[in-house]
């Protein structure tokens, strides 16, 4: 008689393939490892190593192996969904490289080695810089380039010495380094435009765009010196600039604000930016660049109102134009909603109970690509939304879907007969009722839901097919 097994198991998932089957680590148990370890963290994201494993010894013991293993490192990880990123984005002319840095704060795991000053000297933890592929339409097609490092606590805070230090041995090199990162492996025919916001407004990225194959969008953070422009400075310049036209944007939700539309006017002109004053010495030439300046008109009372200067390679001639860039740097916001699937939003890497900066760092980049996949469903049902939901759900999350969408029908008087199940809900359909679990409540005015309600449900669904496969393994 078999020995029963201690819990079930699960397959791996179909999108899990998609992503890491050509993960190459110089051994293919340890590819068939991460294909299981992301499809086993993908269903509970918020579980440690120790819970997802309960009971299961072997399976947790290697869990660990795998995050501790030399040959696993994190651009290897990244590597084969990089390349499937670039896959989704054959035939697009122009893609989107958002880049973002944030911190994850591990303070109070006192056992981990390797850690830095993060928001202070008094606390630790990794500061994670990351370049996500967002087509123009808004949606993210994946993770292209991610950078982990640990601050030197020697030293952190010395802005002083920063003027005299080396390019590349600053921080802000990381712009540089991860937009010439995320742009290997991109398609013939697609060209990237590297999205950053005010910390970006970098002269040396500007300098390196003009060399480089691709374009860049910033939001201006200076008020930059110009070379032969009447007005001597960048604001003046294109405050100068006629005004093309207004138009109204949504602008995306923030803490303590709602989503709302706001009426931009637009200006724009060339400029050529001078080199940094204390930077003289190094005889740099002037670097051209198109500004566009996007203010809101009569914004609501005690709201902030828009104003936006940006800084492109791009050409920028009509209103059309300037909406476009406008509209792409809107798009800006899904890595900062990447950033907080991570920590907060459902991935909680916060809370990794890890002892080393390398299994930190290796784990980490399992759990982002975890995290965009739920960003990619969000967004990509609001594009799509009459795809069959075959191309976003498993067959066991489908089943559960489509039994939960009949549940979910408003009563008429008695309940309505089933619906057929060979007939297979769309896309949108299936987001709204997995929704529903984390609390949305799909009236006309609710609009389409955020990624906070989407994950609530996605976990609740999980907590579903946990149920449903137990239930089964107890009839075995």
């Known amino acids: 008689m078999p020995t029963r097994p201690v819990r079930p198991t699960y397959p791996i998932e179909p999108w899990v393939f998609r992503e890491l089957e050509q993960a190459d680590f110089g051994d293919a148990r340890l590819t068939a490892r991460i294909l299981q370890l992301v499809s086993d963290l993908g269903s509970h994201p918020e579980w440690s190593l120790a819970s997802l494993y309960e009971g299961d010894w072997a399976s947790l013991k290697a869990g660990y192996r795998f995050f501790d293993n030399a040959a696993v490192t994190p651009s290897a990880i990244l590597a084969p969904h990089r390349e499937a990123t670039w896959a989704r984005s054959v035939g697009q002319s122009r893609i989107l490289v958002a880049q973002d840095t944030t911190y994850l704060n591990f303070t109070g795991h006192a056992a981990t080695q390797g850690l830095g000053p993060v928001e202070s000297l008094n606390d630790r933890g990794l500061m994670v810089h990351s370049g996500l592929a967002i087509t123009t339409d808004g949606v993210p097609l994946g993770i292209v380039a991610q950078q982990m490092w640990a601050r030197d606590p020697d030293t952190f805070g010395k802005s002083r010495q920063r003027r005299s230090t080396r390019l590349e041995d600053k921080e802000s090199y990381r712009w540089i380094e991860t937009a010439e990162e995320a742009i290997q492996g991109v398609p013939d025919g697609t060209r990237p435009v590297i999205v950053g916001d005010r910390e970006s407004d970098i002269f040396d990225v500007f300098v390196a765009a003009h060399a480089a194959p691709y374009d860049v969008l910033v939001r201006g953070a200076w008020n930059r010196r110009l070379i032969d422009h009447p007005a001597g400075h960048l604001w003046p310049a294109v405050e100068a600039a006629p005004v093309l036209g207004t138009w109204v944007i949504d602008v995306p ?13 637009g200006q724009t002109t060339r400029v050529s930016l001078a080199p940094p004053a204390h930077r003289r010495v190094e005889s740099l030439s002037p670097v051209s660049m198109t500004v566009v300046l996007a203010r809101e008109v009569d914004p609501p009372p005690n709201t902030t109102a828009i104003e936006w200067l940006l800084l492109t390679t791009l050409p920028v001639e009509t209103l059309a134009d300037a909406q476009t860039i406008v509209q792409w740097y809107t798009y800006r916001w899904r890595i900062e909603r990447l950033h907080f699937v991570l920590k907060t939003g459902g991935c909680f890497v916060e809370k990794l109970q890890l002892e080393t900066v390398d299994r930190l760092t290796r784990a980490i980049t399992v759990y982002t690509i975890i995290a965009w996949r739920i960003l990619w469903m969000t967004y990509h049902s609001r594009q799509e939304p009459n795809q069959p939901y075959a191309v976003a759900f498993t067959p ?17 008087g008695p309940r309505a007969a089933p619906g057929d199940p060979s007939q297979p809900l769309t896309l949108r359909e299936a987001m709204h009722t997995m929704a529903k679990l984390g609390g949305f409540l799909g009236r006309k005015s609710d609009g389409e839901p955020g990624v906070k309600t989407l994950w609530r449900g996605y976990r609740q669904l999980q907590w579903i097919l946990l149920g449903m496969h137990l239930a089964a393994f107890d009839g075995e």
């Open 253 to 265: 939700r923030k803490e303590g604000q709602p989503v709302r539309q706001a009426r931009l006017a």
């Open 396 to 412: 066991e999350e489908q089943r559960a879907l489509w039994l939960l969408h009949e549940r979910q029908r408003p009563r008429k």
